[in-house]
């Protein structure tokens, strides 16, 4: 399974398969996060040692998701998965961040018709359920709900595990036989999407209202130089500085409140 510049290694195939498999169940249930794009894309790059790919590709793809939630039964691209592979791909045949990232969209597209199936073969395990509740076997019926997880949780890992064994050949020949215009195109196109992401972010932002800090924080970046944690310091002061004096406007009005409504009796 040999690829570019590196080869994967079975353990490396079980971790990530096992990571898809938790980070699904994580999602719904203990919420640790693993969940998240990025976390995916830093698990990926820690395992296959290319962390710095790995943290780019799940970062992109992490603006992708903002302000996107699967409510209910919807279903929405898993760019979780996503991260994954395209992480792992990006690292496996050396063509850098921008060339995950462009495979990685489509992967998290693709998966939207896996969740669905998982979703609906789910529904044995609710009925069964639904049943057991009936009848009055409620510790059968828990277990049920706890079977579920195994369908939703398989149709991640299935996805991953085929994919980094069977896949490699695929990216092999995709990356020798596609054309350096294309390829370029890709990478360009990949370079665009955090951009993009940005923008999916502002729009569900008041970004009307808070305008002005949304042109210190672009003049800080774009024309003072100031790295990100700087930006991001100076934006958490501002921050206090308006929670501050919103307070105090608050508790002013509040006396001003009780100043009127104890005139109001001394009158009476």
Known sequence: MEVGRMTIQWWQ??????YAGFAFYDGNNTTFGTVKPTMAGFFAGLVLGDVQTG???????????????????????????????????????????????????????????????????NTFFQ??????????????????????????????????????V?????????????PMWLMNGLKTAGGILPSLGIAILLRYLPVSKNISYLILGFVLAAYLKVPVLGVALIGLAAA?????????????????????????????
């Open 13 to 18: 195939i079980l971790l990530l398969t096992l």
């Open 55 to 121: 943290l780019i590709v799940g970062g992109t793809l992490n603006l992708l998701v903002l302000g996107i939630g699967n409510f209910g039964g919807a279903s929405i691209p898993d760019y979780m998965t996503g991260a994954l592979l395209g992480s792992a791909f990006a690292i496996q045949s050396g063509q850098g961040a921008e060339f995950g990232v462009t495979l990685a969209i489509p992967i998290g597209l693709l998966m939207i018709q896996l969740d669905i199936l998982a979703r609906f073969s």
């Open 166 to 178: 069977f896949g490699s050949a695929f990216v092999e020949l995709v990356v020798n036989n596609l």
């Open 240 to 268: 206090i500085l308006s929670y501050q004096s919103e307070k105090d406007e608050t508790v002013q009005a509040a006396a001003a409140n009780t100043v009127i409504a104890g005139g109001d009796m001394g009158d009476e």
């Open 127 to 164: 009925h069964k359920a639904e049943k057991l509740v009936e009848e009055g076997n409620y510790e059968a019926a828990a277990r049920m709900n706890l079977f579920g997880i195994i369908p939703q949780s398989l149709s991640r890992m299935l996805p991953v595990f085929l994919a980094l």
